[in-house]
């Protein structure tokens, strides 16, 4: 173990922890340790941190691959970038994925990740067939929905609350081609977003980015992105050298002149209703990753994501008391993404629910904290939730009251022994 500063996406908060890096399962010893598994640290807030935390980013190998069934067994610390490069050339892509690629396989799980998909397919956790799961007693046992189901479910978005996932079996995709066939779609406000993306259900990805810091008329102007993969044969690998942002940034180059500034170039740039682009995947995908460290574009304190969901029957009325609580307080983000989320899955405490989500990016200033409790309780008004993956700031109350499977939650924490053994910063402000 060594003593590390050490923080999520967010960079607040920075904490000192012990840090241990096993290279294999084996060298992890569990009855030593009070703290919590980290992948590569993608979650923005404090879900990854703990005095004591075990990166698995060093039990990363792939174990083995059915071509028939497209099945794909890895280590924990697996990264999703490290799948796509060998397997993308074979003809297999992920059957879910988030907006980076940076991510673990155990955090992918432990998170339940959605992408632009899930109005189709569920999140990440529906296309796992198992995993396994070093226990606080020490032992490693398999689950899946039908071999120790609750202890799957509990995993599945579990935030590293129930084990260590050491490895996992996922269900890969045929795809033809490395090319997406985008449609991207104009819409002049919220109203009209939400209508495109009703009559685009069928598309099997679909993603907005949203000018926050409209309003009036123009209040949830959008761009929507639609995409299918291209289904000619066509593999070409990226291999652009990925740019830096080599220090934090003045904390004062964000501002909301900035932002709009930019939100309305962004929007403008797109001049017809409806466009067609071909676009490799990766862009598509992961439009940031090309940007390393693109966090510190906040400045040296940080930033939050703030990701809501709000049940789709209060869907337009509540993300238009959001957006103009939003533009009110002035304080905006150029990363604004909404999206349409299918129907719920039986993970206890995972993210997605039927409904539409926003995530969006504030820079850590003294009064964020009470524009974002404003926001909650509007949140918790239509029946929604906040995703914790993002979350370094919710209060137990705001939690428990939002996610109702809490208490089965932790039933299953206190009958696999985690309660002692697992912990981080977020379970004990979350009360878990
Ligand atoms: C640019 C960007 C875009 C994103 N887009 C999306 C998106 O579109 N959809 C979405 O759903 N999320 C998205 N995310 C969030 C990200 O996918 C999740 O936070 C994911 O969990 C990060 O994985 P990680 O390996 O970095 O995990 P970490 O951040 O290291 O950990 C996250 C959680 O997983 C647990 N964990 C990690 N490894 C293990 C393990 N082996 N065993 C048990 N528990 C473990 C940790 O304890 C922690 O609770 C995005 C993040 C970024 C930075």
């Given amino acids: 173990m060594s003593k590390e500063l050490i923080s999520g996406w967010g960079r607040n908060p920075i904490i000192e922890a012990q840090l241990a890096t096993p290279t294999q399962p084996e060298q992890i010893d569990i009855s030593s340790i009070n703290g919590i598994p980290r992948g590569m640290g993608r979650s923005y807030g404090d879900s990854a941190l703990a005095d004591q935390i075990i990166s698995m980013q060093q039990i990363d190998s792939f174990i083995s691959f059915n071509e028939k069934s497209g099945e794909l067994h890895c280590a924990g610390g697996t990264t999703l970038d490290e799948i796509l490069k060998v397997f993308v050339p074979k003809g297999w892509f992920l059957s879910v994925t988030p907006g980076t690629k940076f991510v673990s396989l155990g955090g992918a799980i432990a998170s339940d990740v959605h992408g632009k998909n899930h109005h189709k397919v569920g999140s990440f956790c529906d296309h796992l067939s198992s995993i396994k799961l070093l226990l606080a007693s020490g032992e490693a046992v398999s689950c899946s929905p039908t071999q120790k189901s609750d202890l799957f479910h509990a995993t599945c978005g579990g935030m590293g609350l129930t084990g260590i996932i050491i490895s996992a079996t996922i269900k890969l995709i045929p795809i033809k081609s490395t090319v997406i066939n985008q449609q991207t779609l104009k819409a002049a406000n919220l109203k009209e977003v939400f209508e495109l993306f009703e009559a685009n259900y069928h598309s099997t990805y679909s993603v907005a980015w949203i000018d926050c810091l409209a309003s009036g008329k123009n209040l949830g102007r959008s761009l929507l992105y639609l995409g299918e993969h291209d289904e000619n044969s066509s593999f070409e690998m990226q291999s652009g050298r990925e740019k830096s942002i080599p220090f934090d940034m003045p904390t004062t180059l964000l501002n909301r002149f900035t932002i709009q500034a930019f939100n309305t170039?962004?929007?403008?740039?797109?001049?017809?209703?409806?466009?067609?682009?071909?676009?490799?995947?990766?862009?598509?995908?992961?439009?940031?990753?090309?940007?390393?460290?693109?966090?510190?574009?906040?400045?040296?304190?940080?930033?939050?994501?703030?990701?809501?969901?709000?049940?789709?029957?209060?869907?337009?009325?509540?993300?238009?008391?959001?957006?103009?609580?939003i533009s009110a307080s002035k304080k905006g983000s150029f990363l604004a993404v909404l999206k349409e989320l299918g129907r719920q899955n039986s993970n206890l405490l995972s993210f997605p629910m039927e409904g539409y989500t926003l995530a969006l990016d504030f820079k850590w200033e003294s009064d964020l904290l009470q524009l974002l409790n404003e926001l909650d309780q509007i949140v918790l008004e239509y029946g929604g939730h906040i995703y914790l993956t993002k979350d370094a700031r919710m209060s137990e109350a705001t939690f428990k009251e939002s996610y109702p499977r809490w208490e089965q939650f932790m039933e299953i924490r206190h009958k696999y022994g985690a309660t002692e053994h697992f912990n981080s910063l977020q379970s004990k402000r979350l009360g878990l």
């Fill in 265 to 325: 170039l962004y929007y403008r740039k797109v001049c017809d209703r409806v466009s067609r682009q071909q676009v490799h995947y990766e862009p598509y995908f992961y439009p940031l990753d090309s940007l390393q460290h693109w966090n510190r574009l906040y400045g040296r304190h940080g930033f939050l994501q703030y990701q809501f969901v709000i049940p789709k029957r209060a869907g337009l009325e509540g993300m238009t008391q959001i957006l103009k609580r």
